[in-house]
């Protein structure tokens, strides 16, 4: 019994570790989406004969899996950005996988586990994907949140069935890879049973409710898509995306502000003509001097803004010194074709332990350099906007990953949407593979929210997204120019007017069933 016991355990784990392969080849680099149509299904046949303690247990390894697979990258990104031994910067990472991934996905195995006993096969498919989108919900929220590789953003790429983000968000996206991945899960178990004396119910109920929903919702994605065709008569606003990449050993290093701030200036002269741009974007922290304070570097800025006559975006920090504090934000800057400081927006997402201290950590856990790096939260969502009217928000580094920066944003106003982002870290850590994760998880908030986004890098990609998420005008080049025009738009989809209601939804209904589960068990 012992040896088949082990067998059973085994084979649990391999499957496991199949499903987290198949969720992580639906992402960058790798970019097979359609493994993330069945990616759920190797832990949905597992928890079929589980209690809540061995799905969760499930569950956790199973969230520990995708995120080695599709974040693993962080351990190298912080063990470099904090100069940890290698021992320190495995535990950490291991810990936010377990933490911010693993319990959340635990949690939702175990309560799956137990509506697949007390639930009917059309009940329990359309449960089990809720109870996904709940756990992708809170782990996206709860403690500073981590809502990086949502399984819906593996369908970035693929245009159609992202569409259904407009009214759900991303996690309706991710609710229809659940069903699929559930619907499999019970096609399999059927196959396999008529090769042994099991018996398995029949998947016509989870495969037909699969089906449909994918049915309804490519059609609603093809019917959005000719919505959205071009459009001669939309209002055009002309962005220029300038870039120079600065090694990550410089970032904090004062001697190097200068040279890599004169050689935005230089990048952008010669690239930009007069009149060729509305708006000029440098990446976060393409400045380390406090532009507002700093009359010596603002001369070249207004220069350049005089010979182009355009605004500019710059990333950079923001020192406040009000009400006997001093407080150091880290910020976006606009300034006017004249040079003049029109508004900034200061960063309310930080980072965790790299923007902000904590005393659970020792003094040393923190990067160091000539200037302090530990930021204060912005608190202010501003709405920039440009000499000619034309509005927009601005959402700093991984703030593009939350979906409702972007949704307040444009509730409040926004016309296009603007992300700055560093990922010297990511991209030196992971290759490719972060820098196009980020850059798809940005390109679905273009599609929640109906807005062009533009988003300007360090080490990262250059590109700009339409509203239906298609990117274009891309850049991977570490110094340089690319220009391309964004639409502006005013309508509210029913995503930005009502928030996360889908998720409600499935939170309500997962609550019920399990009631109703207790209940007939009771």
Request: glycine share 10%.
């Amino acid at each position: 019994m012992r040896a088949a016991a082990a067998r059973n355990i085994a084979f649990d784990i391999a499957l496991l570790i199949l499903g987290g392969l198949l969720y992580t080849l639906s992402f960058p680099p790798y970019g097979f989406t359609s493994t993330g149509w069945i990616a759920l299904a190797p832990l949905y046949f597992v928890l079929q004969r589980k209690n809540f303690i061995g799905g969760f247990l499930c569950g956790l390894l199973f969230g520990i899996a995708i995120c080695c697979g599709v974040a693993g990258w962080l351990y190298p990104a912080i063990s470099s950005f904090f100069g940890t031994q290698s021992s320190l910067g495995l535990l950490l990472t291991a810990a936010c996988f377990a933490l911010y991934v693993g319990l959340y996905t635990g949690i939702a195995s175990g309560l799956t586990a137990l509506l697949i006993r007390s639930c009917n096969a059309l009940i329990g498919c359309l449960a089990a994907a809720a109870l996904w989108i709940v756990a992708e919900y809170a782990r996206s929220t709860f403690f500073s949140g981590f809502s990086w590789g949502l399984l819906g953003y593996s369908q970035a790429a693929h245009l159609p069935p992202i569409q259904i983000a407009d009214l759900t968000g991303i996690y309706g996206v991710s609710f229809l890879l659940a069903l699929t991945g559930f619907a499999t899960a019970a096609i399999v178990r059927w196959l396999r049973s008529s090769y042994s004396s099991n018996e398995a119910p029949s998947p016509w109920y989870e495969l037909g409710c699969a089906l449909t929903s994918v049915v309804l919702i490519l059609a609603y994605g093809a019917v959005r898509l000719g919505d959205y065709a071009t459009d001669g008569s939309a209002h055009r606003v002309r962005v220029a995306l300038v870039r120079h990449d600065v090694p990550a050993s410089e970032r904090w290093e004062r001697a190097f502000y200068a040279q890599a701030f004169l050689r935005y200036i230089g990048a952008s002269e010669s690239n930009i003509a007069p009149n060729a741009v509305d708006l000029i974007v440098w990446p976060e922290f393409a400045s380390g001097f406090y532009l507002d304070r700093d009359p010596t570097m603002r001369l070249p800025l207004t220069r350049l803004l005089h010979r182009t006559e355009a605004s500019l975006l710059v990333g950079g920090p923001r020192l406040d010194e009000s009400n006997h504090l001093i407080q150091i934000y880290n910020s976006a800057y606009l300034f006017g074709p004249e040079g003049e400081l029109l508004d900034t927006y200061d960063k309310i997402r930080l980072l965790p332990f790299a923007e902000t201290r904590s005393t659970a950590f020792p003094p040393s856990f923190v990067q160091k350099g000539d200037y302090d790096n530990q930021f204060t939260p912005g608190s202010r969502r501003t709405i920039f906007t440009l000499p000619r009217g034309e509005r927009f928000g601005v959402m700093i580094c991984f703030e593009a990953t939350y979906p409702e920066f972007a949704r307040t944003l444009t509730a409040n106003g926004a016309e296009f949407l603007v992300n700055l982002s560093n990922d010297v870290w990511l991209s030196g850590a992971g290759g490719s593979a972060a820098a196009e994760q980020h850059l798809a998880m940005a390109a679905v908030r273009a599609v929640e929210n109906r807005r062009s986004l533009a988003r300007a890098t360090m080490a990262g990609i250059n590109g700009f997204v339409d509203p239906t998420g298609r990117i274009y005008a891309l850049s991977r080049a570490p110094e340089g120019v690319n220009i391309a025009p964004v639409t502006t738009n005013t309508e509210l989809t029913v995503y930005t007017r009502y928030g996360d209601w889908f998720v409600a939804l499935c939170a309500a209904f997962s609550i019920g069933c399990l009631i109703q589960g207790f209940s007939r068990r009771s």
